[in-house]
């Protein structure tokens, strides 16, 4: 069982502050999905916990072990994997060599291929010529293949069909069920409340709620409301 702690996190900008004081955690077998507008301070966020951006203040811990002064790579042999925002693939090498750029043994490709079939019949063309749905689904895969403990995913669905992203989302709740530990951002808030366990909801870069998925779910009309600010200060 693993636990992903983050507490009173800031990261700033340019030195502006853009998250300040966030608190969440992420437990093995379950989904966390964080929400809110454009801005808010998601990927901000999520660019501080692996590392690609230093954080201001506050600490992360993966079970039990400080990791929020550490390199990238440390924190990635730690068991934190990364799916960034924008579907980074190498465009000119296969789908298998892609793969393979992550040092997979043949069991993690397996693995991965076992999670997206859609893959193996696309593994000998370049993954410049994948269709969306397809990079998404080989970025996440190579992020699996170092066999993390917790697992960022950035906006996964961004410019994909609602089918495709169905069945991202499937997956991604595969995996909760299978040990991982993930923190979810995510645009298409009914279908992430709808896999997920637990629900944040950020504004401004600051945690606005904190409950679980279910009952977000149930009430669009708060979610609404914490998305735009109208509730009291
Ligand atoms: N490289 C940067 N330099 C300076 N400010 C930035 C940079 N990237 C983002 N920001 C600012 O930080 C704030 C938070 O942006 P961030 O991308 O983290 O939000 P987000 O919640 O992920 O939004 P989105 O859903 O649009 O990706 C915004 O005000 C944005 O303008």
Do not use: W
């Amino acid at each position: 069982m693993s636990r992903f702690v983050i507490s009173d996190l800031s990261v700033n900008r340019a030195e502006l502050p853009v998250v300040s004081k966030v608190s969440l955690v992420a437990e093995s077998g379950a989904i966390s999905v964080l929400l809110g507008a454009n801005g808010a301070g998601k990927t901000t966020l999520l660019e501080g916990l692996s590392g690609i951006i230093p954080v201001a203040g506050g600490r992360i811990e993966l079970d039990g072990r400080e990791i929020h002064k550490a390199r990238p790579g440390l924190r990635s042999r730690e068991g934190l994997a990364h799916v960034e925002q924008g579907r980074t693939v190498f465009r000119q090498l296969t789908t298998e060599e892609n793969l393979k750029v992550g040092l997979s043994r043949e069991a993690e490709m397996a693995q991965a291929y076992d999670l997206f079939p859609e893959l193996v019949q696309r593994r000998a063309v370049r993954a410049g010529l994948l269709s969306g749905g397809e990079q998404q689904m080989l970025v996440i895969a190579r992020a699996l293949l170092t066999r993390p403990k917790v697992l960022l995913i950035d906006e996964m669905s961004a410019g994909l069909a609602p089918v495709i992203v169905t069945r991202l989302m499937n997956a991604v709740r595969r995996l909760a069920d299978e040990g991982l530990a993930i923190l979810l951002v995510e645009q298409f808030a009914a279908l992430a409340l709808s896999i997920g366990d637990r629900a944040y909801v950020m504004r401004r870069g600051r945690i606005v709620h904190d409950g679980e998925c279910k009952a977000l779910a149930r009430t669009p009309d708060e979610l609404h409301r914490l998305y735009l600010g109208t509730e009291a200060a």
